[in-house]
């Protein structure tokens, strides 16, 4: 079992960075692939960004990529999620996930997850 707590979430202007953490309790495998995900009101969990565990390949949906940054620590069994030039499209409640067998970006793949922590990025 994986017990993943969010924080970092807050609000911001339009233009402005936020650094979300997530802090994994439990064995990470060097196969598995955490991740974060967004869901706005309304809206369905879109993914946002992933990484392999074992050898730090990162992806990103497009609408995210060459804002957000995405990184591990595999020491401290900790996810972040840099978030720079952020839009008032960026609001949303996050959450770190983990999928145990591999990469995707489809929401019910994913084995684990957090509470969420909300971003709310105003113009």
């Known amino acids: 079992q994986v017990q993943l707590v969010e924080s970092g979430g807050g609000s911001v202007q339009a233009g402005g960075s936020l650094r979300l953490s997530c802090a994994a309790s439990?064995?990470?495998?060097?196969?598995?692939?955490p991740g974060w995900f967004r869901q706005a009101p309304g809206k369905e969990r879109e993914f946002v960004a992933a990484?392999?565990?074992?050898?730090?390949?990162?992806y990103y949906a497009d609408s995210v990529k060459g804002r957000f940054t995405i990184s591990r620590d595999s020491g401290k069994n900790m996810v972040y999620l840099q978030m720079n030039s952020l839009k008032v499209d960026d609001t949303a409640v996050y959450y770190c996930?983990?999928?145990?067998?591999?990469?995707?970006?489809?929401?019910?793949?994913?084995?684990?997850w957090g509470q969420g922590t909300q971003v709310t990025v105003s113009s």
């Open positions: 439990g064995r990470i495998y060097s196969s598995s692939v």
């Open positions: 996930a983990v999928d145990r067998n591999g990469l995707s970006t489809t929401a019910k793949d994913y084995d684990y």
């Open positions: 990484i392999r565990w074992g050898v730090g390949n990162t």
